[in-house]
C-alpha cells in the first residue's frame, strides 16, 4: 500500500505537463486602432496562431498597445527593450542585424510583387513603358526607411521619400512623383480608401524582388522569436497557416493577379553590401 501511494504521489507531476507552474508568456504588439486595411488582421492572428500550437511550452498573453508607431519607431522600441517586444514588416540587412528576425516569410512570395498607385490619367503614359530604362524616366515615391526604398535606389529608380506613409498620398496628387509602389495585396484597398483622390492601380506592370515579410523580436529576447517560429513551424506542417493565409481576400486576388501572368515583370537585384 505504501508503495503505490508513493506512485500516486508522482502523478499530478506526470500529468501537469511542461507548462505547470510557467512563467506567463506576455507578448506586447503595435496597435492596429488606426490600420485601416482589412489584411492587416492577419499578422495578430497568425501570431496567436503560433503561440497556441506551442501552449505547451507555457501560457502567453497577447497585448496590443494603445498608441500608434511609425516602422522605424516600432524597431527602436523593441532594439531598445521599449514598450513592445514584437513586430511585423519587410526585412533588410540593417533591420536583421539590429532585431531578431524569425525566420518564416508571413506573405509568402506575395510581398516580392509590387504594383502600381498613379493618378488614374496617367494610364497611356505607363502602358508605353515596356523597359527598366524607360521607367528609370519616371519618379517613384516610398517611405524613407521602407526596405523597397533602398532595393529602387540600388538599380537606379529615382525615388521621392516622405517620412510617413500618410503624406506620400497627396505628394503623388500633387505630382511629385509619378507612382508608389505598392505590394500586390495592398493596392487595391489604398484605392478604393482614397477614391475621391482620382488615384488608380497601374494595370500593366509588376516590380519584382525579394522582401522578406518576418516577424521580429529583440535580439536579448531571442527565445521569444524561437517560440513563435516553433508554432510557425507547426502550423505550416499542419495546414493551419495555409487555412489562415487563405482566409484574407487581399491574399487570394493577389495570387489571382499574379497567376494570371498578364503584367511585364520588371526583376530587381537586391543591393549588395
Known sequence: MRRFL????????????????????RVVTPSLHHAWAAHAIYFPRLLRLALEKTRSEGPFQIVEIDQQLTRPRQAAEIKNNGIINLMWDGSNRQRETDLYAVPVSLLRHLNDYRVFLIRAENQPRFSAVLTLDQLRMLKAGAGVNWPSTEVLRAN?????????????????????????????YEADNEQRVRSADNLAVEQTIFLHYRIAFYFFVSRENAALGQRVERGLRLAIKDGSFDKLFNSIPAFRQAQAEIDARKRRIFELTYPEH
Open 156 to 184: 537606379k529608380l529615382p525615388v521621392v521619400t516622405s517620412i510617413a506613409y500618410e503624406y506620400l498620398f497627396p505628394m503623388l496628387r500633387a505630382k511629385r512623383f509619378d507612382y508608389m509602389p505598392r505590394g500586390v
Open 6 to 25: 508513493l506512485v500516486l504521489g508522482f502523478l499530478p507531476a506526470l500529468f501537469a505537463g511542461p507548462a505547470a507552474g510557467a512563467q506567463l508568456l
